[in-house]
């Protein structure tokens, strides 16, 4: 495939790109870099990202180009050459998508930020496989992480245009917010279609077949990557999915190691590995007590789905405090992820109440009827409450933590 032929294609790909709406991470990226990372699980939006970033930059230009490294056409040629070439046609920047898919994608990162001017921005579904290369671009490259969408963005997708709030802001204007947002919306019924249908972009394509997706994108990572990156047995793997499959019925999961191991049949060390493995993979979202911190051999003290959608396409049998703790942490864990940090946790289980956040704000997730009866009398808690459309006091709508990013 010659660079011409590339240039076509990237071409008539952009010719189908809109510039709206635009996921949260397009406004946070320091597009001046020289070497930009965009992570995150398939299906979040990475590609369109790129490609609104080089059609409102670059539309009528021959300086910049995308390459999708999962042609396989593209398995022979040395991508340092090519970008190479590329930069000797006056390319300015180079846009390499699914850059896992080709071998030894680093040590060709390496070289083009070493020994050209070009700038590069690539992105990869298989956060694993990623974390694995052994050579170190960290002095280099820039990362940002794509999450899954937010039930802000969730809304703005379907046409509306909400801003995001920051967690302060919720808590000490949530009625003031709330009420200028019900005045577009009846946001209880668009809540409950978010935690079955909105965690990603291609709802739009239709809700037939959304949670077939999930399962496909569950079983490449499970499957593909996982197999390869670990070398788990394809027997190991099916243990793993019955470990998701409790995950996706139970009440808010609070993990015993012993019982895990007997109820799937893998041993305790391999379930502390796989446990480390699933988060890092954003399937699971393991919560820990500040005490403990984070630990590969420290057990989380609660265990979720890393979104509520990932669980009703596992299983319609779900349980709703489940599912509430699940977006909550989710929406929390997600927004956070924006602010670089030294110590990356930002939510905890608390010994009252549910969750300590940001290490001042003490949380208790419920319905419509949950009193403040765990948490009376501490400092900064708060009621997060499914199923009302306004709060009073420190009871806010769960569905308002949506608005975080």
């Not at 006056?90 to 070289?111: C, F, P, S, T």
Request: net charge positive; charged share 25%; glycine share 4%.
């Amino acid at each position: 495939m010659n660079l011409q032929q590339i240039f076509e294609e990237y071409q008539n790909l952009l010719k189908k790109i809109t510039l709206t709406p635009k996921r949260y991470l397009y406004d946070k990226i320091d597009f001046s870099q020289k070497l930009i990372s965009i992570l995150g699980q398939r299906g979040v939006g990475k590609t369109t990202l790129l490609l609104q970033y080089l059609k409102e930059n670059y539309a009528n230009s021959n300086q910049a180009l995308y390459i999708s490294l999962d042609n396989p056409s593209l398995t022979s040629i040395s991508l340092f050459e090519l970008a190479k070439t590329f930069e000797q046609y006056k390319g300015k920047i180079l846009v390499l998508d699914e850059i896992h898919k080709y071998e030894n994608w680093a040590k060709h990162l390496k070289q083009i930020y070493d020994q050209l001017e070009l700038k590069v921005m690539f992105s990869g579904s298989s956060i694993l496989q990623i974390q694995k290369q052994d050579t170190d671009l960290s002095r280099r490259c820039i990362v940002y992480y794509l999450e899954n969408l937010s039930l802000r963005e969730f809304l703005n997708f379907k046409g509306y245009n909400f801003d995001a709030y920051s967690l302060e802001e919720i808590l000490t204007n949530h009625i003031k917010i709330a009420k200028s947002i019900i005045t577009k919306i009846k946001p209880l019924p668009y809540f409950k279609e978010y935690l079955h249908y909105g965690a990603y972009p291609f709802f739009l394509e239709g809700k037939e077949s959304y949670h077939q997706k999930i399962i496909q994108i569950l079983n490449t990572i499970l499957e593909s990557d996982l197999a390869y990156i670990e070398n788990i047995s394809i027997k190991e793997i099916k243990k793993l999915k019955k470990l998701l499959y409790l995950l996706a019925i139970s009440v808010p999961f609070i993990p015993n190691i012993t019982d895990i191991a007997q109820a799937t049949s893998i041993s305790r060390p391999k379930v502390y590995e796989y446990l480390d493995l699933l988060e890092k993979a954003k399937i699971t979202i393991g919560i820990r007590s500040k005490e403990k911190g984070y630990n590969i051999l420290a057990k989380p003290q609660k265990l979720y789905m890393h979104n509520p959608n990932l669980s009703y396409a596992i299983t319609k049998e779900t349980n709703i405090g489940n599912l509430r703790e699940s977006f909550f942490v989710n929406q929390i864990k997600n927004s956070f992820e924006l602010t670089s940090s030294f110590l990356p946790e930002t939510i905890y289980t608390s010994k009252k109440g549910d969750f300590l956040v940001n290490e001042q704000y003490i949380f208790e997730i419920g319905g419509k009827n949950k009193s403040f009866h765990q948490i009376k009398d501490i400092a900064h808690s708060f009621i997060a409450a499914d199923d009302i459309e306004i709060g009073f006091g420190n009871k806010i709508p769960l569905w308002l933590f949506g608005f975080l990013y």
